[in-house]
């Protein structure tokens, strides 16, 4: 299994227990307990344990042995690969989507719905407060916390996995501290994804190619390199014309400091039908390269207008919606720390309502890290659309535009 796999499986894991696990807490109690991971016919079995606000756990996930080590109290999750002799450290509060993972999908359901205290029962043992979690009226999760532990005991989705969590043989006592640490001798894993990406041998002379101001046309062919300077307020759109019989692959990739923000193959072939599109902000990249791998075409470039504006927390960016195309946007952190951004429309000064646009929960953007970036397409909903700033401080680049017109 690769490791890059393995890492995206477990989180998901991770933040399962976190969610499932600390959520009604109230004591800090001692045990060790087996755990029982019940999905319809498959049934997993694992270890844990449990001091004050940390727990481990010890259990298998596709033949791989692995540790959890969640601290509560320092909001930090470990997760640990016996194998490769690796770890890592993931914030707790780190909810980025693992899509085609269903344990990332209960994550994702639980923490858009409402929980609440719904009667008291005894699991195992022990009194326990039970708590569900609605979504739309429906009941999609439970959970029984046993209130001697401050823990949860039990655990059931509500849906066609038939998916349950249980402890038994729990034995209170104390626990030693090793329990929780990393083994020695392990290395810390480090994301290749977060790492600067690679110049490529191309781009090793760059600083000689041309630098064209749109709007042009250039022919190109293989190994040829043009540069665009990236422009406040507009979004550069590159079309190819005349396209040699033989195939002919060319990108249009942003770089910043003379290095490609993502790996070339993140971004599109230009075709003879479709043209590319890019809306990084100044603060995102300093530049727009061009470049052609193989084949000949002319490229056909201009600009796209946009409105632009930088915004710190407590500000707002108002966009007034216009026609009926979707809305593009584009925006980057610009803080030295988080930012978390707020959507909301209105109509003749008055918001829409969660009914027509969904809890705010839904509609609330984190960008963790310096430099992060969010580049989505929005629907065109009242006559005005707006982002309010509630922390850090953000870039934001918005327009309209006809993606089927060159």
């Given at each position: 299994?690769?490791?890059?796999k393995?890492?995206g499986?477990?989180?998901?894991?991770a933040?399962?227990?976190?969610?499932?696990?600390f959520a009604?807490?109230?004591?800090?109690a001692e045990?060790?307990?087996?755990?029982?991971?019940?999905q319809?016919?498959?049934?997993?079995?694992?270890k844990?344990y449990?001091?004050g606000t940390?727990?481990?756990?010890f259990?298998?996930?596709?033949?791989?042995?692995l540790?959890?080590?969640?601290d509560?109290?320092?909001?930090?999750?470990?997760?640990?690969i016996?194998?490769?002799k690796?770890?890592?450290?993931?914030?707790?509060d780190?909810?980025m989507s693992?899509m085609?993972?269903?344990?990332?999908g209960?994550?994702?359901?639980?923490?858009?719905?409402e929980?609440?205290?719904t009667?008291t029962?005894?699991?195992n043992g022990y009194?326990?407060?039970?708590?569900?979690v609605?979504?739309?009226g429906?009941?999609?999760?439970?959970k029984w916390?046993?209130?001697k532990?401050g823990?949860?005991v039990?655990?059931v989705a509500?849906?066609d996995r038939g998916?349950?969590?249980?402890?038994?043989?729990?034995t209170e006592?104390?626990i030693d501290?090793?329990?929780?640490n990393?083994p020695?001798?392990?290395?810390?894993?480090?994301?290749?994804?977060?790492?600067p990406?690679?110049?490529?041998?191309?781009?090793?002379?760059?600083?000689?190619?041309?630098?064209?101001?749109?709007?042009?046309e250039q022919?190109?062919?293989?190994?040829?390199?043009?540069?665009?300077?990236v422009?406040p307020?507009?979004s550069?759109?590159?079309q190819?014309k005349?396209?040699?019989d033989t195939?002919?692959?060319?990108?249009?990739i942003?770089?910043?400091?003379?290095?490609?923000?993502?790996k070339?193959?993140?971004y599109?072939n230009?075709?003879?039908?479709?043209?590319?599109?890019?809306h990084?902000?100044?603060?995102?990249?300093?530049?727009?390269?061009v470049?052609?791998?193989?084949?000949?075409?002319?490229?056909?470039a201009?600009?796209?207008?946009?409105?632009?504006?930088?915004?710190?927390?407590?500000?707002?960016?108002?966009?007034?919606i216009?026609?009926?195309?979707?809305?593009?946007?584009?925006?980057v952190?610009?803080?030295?720390g988080?930012?978390?951004?707020t959507?909301?429309?209105?109509?003749?000064?008055?918001?829409?309502?969660?009914?027509?646009?969904?809890?705010?929960?839904?509609?609330?953007i984190?960008?963790k890290?310096?430099?992060?970036?969010?580049?989505?397409t929005?629907?065109?909903?009242?006559?005005?659309?707006?982002?309010?700033?509630?922390?850090?401080?953000?870039?934001?680049?918005m327009?309209?535009y006809?993606?089927?017109e060159?």
């Amino acid at each position: 299994m690769g490791r890059n796999k393995s890492f995206g499986r477990l989180r998901a894991i991770a933040f399962l227990f976190i969610l499932a696990f600390f959520a009604g807490r109230t004591t800090a109690a001692e045990f060790s307990a087996d755990m029982t991971d019940t999905q319809g016919e498959k049934i997993k079995k694992s270890k844990l344990y449990v001091k004050g606000t940390k727990y481990s756990m010890f259990l298998e996930e596709s033949g791989e042995q692995l540790q959890i080590i969640v601290d509560n109290e320092q909001k930090k999750t470990v997760v640990v690969i016996m194998s490769a002799k690796e770890f890592r450290e993931i914030p707790s509060d780190d909810m980025m989507s693992v899509m085609n993972d269903p344990f990332q999908g209960y994550i994702y359901t639980a923490s858009m719905g409402e929980e609440k205290k719904t009667g008291t029962e005894t699991v195992n043992g022990y009194e326990c407060d039970k708590f569900t979690v609605t979504m739309q009226g429906t009941v999609v999760v439970s959970k029984w916390v046993a209130r001697k532990l401050g823990f949860p005991v039990k655990i059931v989705a509500h849906d066609d996995r038939g998916w349950v969590i249980e402890l038994s043989n729990i034995t209170e006592g104390p626990i030693d501290d090793a329990k929780f640490n990393i083994p020695e001798g392990f290395t810390k894993w480090i994301d290749p994804e977060s790492l600067p990406v690679e110049i490529p041998a191309w781009a090793s002379g760059i600083e000689t190619a041309p630098v064209l101001v749109p709007p042009f046309e250039q022919a190109m062919t293989a190994g040829d390199i043009i540069r665009i300077k990236v422009a406040p307020g507009k979004s550069l759109k590159v079309q190819s014309k005349n396209a040699s019989d033989t195939e002919t692959v060319a990108r249009v990739i942003p770089f910043k400091d003379g290095r490609p923000l993502k790996k070339e193959k993140d971004y599109y072939n230009l075709t003879g039908t479709l043209y590319s599109v890019r809306h990084e902000t100044p603060a995102a990249a300093d530049e727009f390269v061009v470049y052609v791998y193989k084949g000949s075409f002319t490229a056909t470039a201009k600009w796209q207008e946009m409105t632009e504006m930088d915004v710190a927390a407590g500000g707002e960016f108002r966009y007034k919606i216009e026609g009926w195309d979707n809305i593009s946007t584009f925006m980057v952190n610009i803080s030295d720390g988080e930012s978390v951004v707020t959507i909301h429309y209105f109509k003749e000064g008055l918001p829409l309502s969660e009914d027509e646009i969904g809890p705010v929960k839904w509609r609330t953007i984190t960008l963790k890290d310096p430099n992060e970036t969010d580049n989505r397409t929005l629907s065109t909903k009242g006559d005005e659309l707006v982002y309010k700033v509630e922390k850090g401080k953000i870039q934001v680049k918005m327009g309209q535009y006809d993606s089927f017109e060159f």
